[in-house]
Every structure is written in C-alpha cells, then in structure tokens.
C-alpha cells in the first residue's frame, strides 16, 4: 500500500509539472498569436484628398495617388542615382503601388534610360525638366530631382529639394504642383512625417525668398495658388501629422 501511495503522489506532482508547462507553453503560443496578428498600417483609398491648411495663401493639399496620374501643372519627382533594377524592386512596397514604376511605364522607359546612360545621373539636387507627350501623364510638365547616393541619404536633404522644387516652379511660372518624394518606392525607409515636414519647410524658405526679392522689384513670379503633397496609401496619414507640423511651423514665424 506504501508503495502505491508513493507512485500516486509522484503520479500527481508529475501530472501537475505538466500543467504548468503546458500552461506557460499556451501562455507564449498567444502572446505569438497576437504579435502575428497585429492590425496592419491603416490604408487610405486612391485618389483620397484633404487641404492640411495654407501658408503665406498658398494651400497645402494631400493626395493618395501616383506621380503620372496627379493632375497639376507641374509635377515635381525625386530619384536617387541609378542602380541596376532599383525602382522595380524596391522592398518597401508592392510594386502595383509603385508610383516611379507607373511614371517610368506611362513615360515607355525613358526616366530609366536617361539615368542608365547617364544623361541624367541623379546626383543631389540634379535637375532634369520633361514635357510629356500629351495623355502619357496627367500633369503638363515633369521635373525630375536628384538624391544622390541612397546609401547616404538623410531626411536632411529634403529641404533643399523642397527648395529646389519651389524655385524651379516659380520660375516655369506654374500656378499650382504636384510633388512626389518617392523615396520609398526606391526602397528607402525614410521617416514619412520627417521627409513631408522638411518638404514644406525647404519650399516655403525659397517662396519667401522669392516674395522678399518681389517686394524689392528684384524679382517677378506669379502668384502660387497650391502646392499638392503625393502619399501612397500606406503613409498618406503619417505623412499629414509632418505636413501639419509645417504648417504650423511656418505660420508662427
């Protein structure tokens, strides 16, 4: 009888080591389920619009939509120095969302031809203006800027392409544009907020530069009307939170 008893009790204290186990095993089974099963980055609908508010009377507008389908006067695009393949095998996101793959598509090669040859390298700051034949884009014109190296990117440089852009607009003499980063269809996972918050901060340095020069008869641009931010589903929202925060920026100096 000793004997069962003993085999009875090592029986329940093994029964009970199991029960702790599988317990902790489940515990970390669910806590696996759950990081798996996190809610994805919500998506905004194409062709979703708003106007994040106005600096200076030029309004800031957003849009879910690809550069060769956003309709404006100019579109402004940004790509960095060529690399084999680059703009169709980016891992940042599928490639029926790359908007560089539909501008280069829409446009039969020609963006990848000229940085291929080196017609057009895409050195920092390097600009390359296109008029499009008609109903290949949606805008009339395509300014194309250069990044540079991606390897040596930084958030950084994004107020000086905002810059660029402003300056170039004005001098074509446009009343509205249309400007896509497109660093993450080149495969960069830059800071959306930071990039979009640097774009608007580097081109309204150079819109009151150009009103500064204005107001001393030194130089004569047309009047902005608004300039139109381009967002791919995905970053559309978060894009907005820096678009705001430059926005607010600007109009408390």
Same mark, same amino acid.
């Given at each position: 009888?000793?004997?069962?008893?003993?085999?009875?009790?090592?029986?329940?204290?093994?029964?009970?080591?199991?029960?702790?186990?599988?317990?902790?095993?489940?515990?970390?089974?669910?806590?696996?389920?759950?990081?798996?099963?996190?809610?994805?980055?919500?998506?905004?609908?194409?062709?979703? $619009?708003?106007?994040?508010?106005?600096?200076?009377?030029?309004?800031?507008?957003?849009?879910?939509?690809?550069?060769?389908?956003?309709?404006?006067?100019?579109?402004?695009?940004?790509?960095?120095?060529?690399?084999?393949?680059?703009?169709?095998?980016?891992?940042?996101l599928p490639a029926n969302l790359n908007g560089?793959?539909?501008?280069?598509?829409?446009?039969?090669?020609?963006?990848?031809?000229?940085?291929?040859?080196?017609?057009?390298?895409?050195?920092?700051?390097?600009?390359?203006?296109?008029?499009?034949?008609?109903?290949?884009?949606?805008?009339?014109?395509?300014?194309?800027?250069?990044?540079?190296?991606?390897?040596?990117? $930084?958030?950084?440089?994004?107020?000086?392409?905002?810059?660029?852009?402003?300056?170039?607009?004005?001098?074509?003499?446009?009343?509205?544009?249309?400007?896509?980063?497109?660093?993450?269809?080149?495969?960069?996972?830059?800071?959306?907020?930071?990039?979009?918050?640097?774009?608007?901060?580097?081109?309204?340095?150079?819109?009151?530069?150009? $009103?500064?020069?204005?107001?001393?008869?030194?130089?004569?641009?047309?009047?902005?009307?608004?300039?139109?931010?381009?967002?791919?589903?995905?970053?559309?929202?978060?894009?907005?939170?820096?678009?705001?925060?430059?926005?607010?920026?600007?109009?408390?100096?």
């Amino acid at each position: 009888m000793k004997n069962i008893a003993i085999f009875n009790n090592c029986r329940l204290r093994y029964f009970s080591l199991f029960l702790l186990i599988t317990f902790l095993f489940a515990g970390s089974f669910t806590n696996i389920t759950f990081a798996q099963t996190a809610p994805e980055t919500k998506m905004a609908a194409l062709g979703t $619009t708003i106007t994040w508010g106005k600096v200076d009377n030029v309004a800031i507008n957003g849009l879910v939509q690809g550069p060769s389908s956003a309709e404006a006067e100019l579109q402004v695009a940004c790509v960095f120095e060529y690399t084999e393949g680059d703009i169709f095998n980016p891992p940042a996101l599928p490639a029926n969302l790359n908007g560089m793959v539909h501008l280069d598509d829409a446009l039969k090669g020609i963006i990848t031809e000229l940085r291929k040859s080196g017609k057009f390298t895409g050195h920092s700051l390097e600009t390359l203006l296109i008029t499009p034949p008609k109903g290949t884009l949606a805008a009339k014109k395509l300014l194309l800027i250069g990044l540079g190296d991606r390897t040596k990117f $930084t958030p950084d440089l994004m107020i000086s392409v905002g810059s660029v852009a402003m300056r170039e607009a004005l001098r074509l003499g446009v009343s509205d544009y249309s400007f896509a980063s497109d660093i993450k269809d080149a495969g960069i996972d830059s800071p959306t907020a930071l990039v979009a918050t640097n774009v608007v901060l580097g081109s309204f340095e150079a819109y009151r530069t150009q $009103t500064y020069l204005k107001d001393k008869k030194l130089s004569d641009h047309k009047p902005l009307s608004k300039i139109t931010l381009l967002a791919g589903p995905a970053f559309y929202t978060v894009a907005g939170e820096g678009i705001k925060e430059a926005i607010a920026t600007l109009n408390s100096k």
